[in-house]
């Protein structure tokens, strides 16, 4: 197993549950602000909760909920008639903003952003071999969802054929996420910390994403 799988199997979920229930009112949203450090918002439990954490655990925590977040809105696009199922089982807390905002589901690719200017002394190769490690797991991790713990806690997707219909239909949507967004209404949140963003290095994330995620579809396309 390996660092960021272990990670992701003990203590994502504690941690995630503990950062989203921070701010009274909040429990079921994440404001991406309040992962920004130096950012002024209106989480500042979530940020508070969120900045305890060790450098390695925050960065790990944001690509965690990048795949967690992923998974979400590719079965909200891809796969609608599911999506109340699902919610019911993963309860995952939405990114959103602050104020306008605040019920909005934001891209996912900003929390590879906010990876960048978490990164106090890990170097990129060390963020990037994380996130090589974690994406392989994860590849796995969504067809075992689909295949085994889905089906098994639901009355969906009982028949193979209907399991991997379902996996080939996320994994198309996943491997159409594009380049890390540069929106102006981020832009000013993203540069109120120490370290500005590295969005070449958040560019490299998401084009690793794409490549394993159309890899593995491409296999399971031949199978």
Not at 47 to 71: G, N, P, Q, T, W
Not at 107 to 132: G, K
Request: glycine letters at 4%; hydrophobic letters at 40%; charged letters at 20%.
């Amino acid at each position: 197993m390996s660092e960021a799988s272990d990670y992701y199997n003990t203590r994502f979920g504690p941690q995630l549950i503990e950062v989203a229930k921070a701010d009274s009112g909040w429990r079921d949203r994440i404001s991406l602000v309040g992962l920004i450090p130096g950012a002024v918002n209106a989480t500042p439990g979530q940020a508070r909760s969120f900045a305890s954490l060790d450098e390695k655990d925050r960065v790990l925590f944001l690509m965690c909920y990048f795949y967690s977040a992923l998974l979400d809105q590719a079965i909200h696009s891809s796969l609608r008639e599911e999506h109340p199922d699902f919610d019911h089982l993963a309860r995952y807390p939405k990114l959103v903003g602050i104020l306008g905002s605040a019920n909005t589901n934001l891209y996912p690719a900003n929390l590879l952003v906010a990876v960048t200017v978490h990164m106090q002394t890990l170097s990129s190769d060390a963020v990037m071999a994380l996130f090589d490690d974690l994406t392989k797991f994860m590849v796995k991790e969504y067809v075992r969802f689909f295949s085994l713990e889905y089906p098994s806690l639901t009355t969906q997707l009982q028949s193979p054929e209907s399991q991997q219909r379902a996996i080939l239909a996320v994994f198309q949507e996943v491997e159409r996420a594009t380049d890390p967004p540069e929106p102006d209404v981020w832009r000013y949140a993203f540069t109120q910390g120490k370290n500005p963003p590295n969005w070449k290095l958040a560019e490299k994330m998401i084009r690793t994403c794409n490549q394993v995620f159309g890899d593995t579809l491409a296999e399971l396309k031949a199978t």
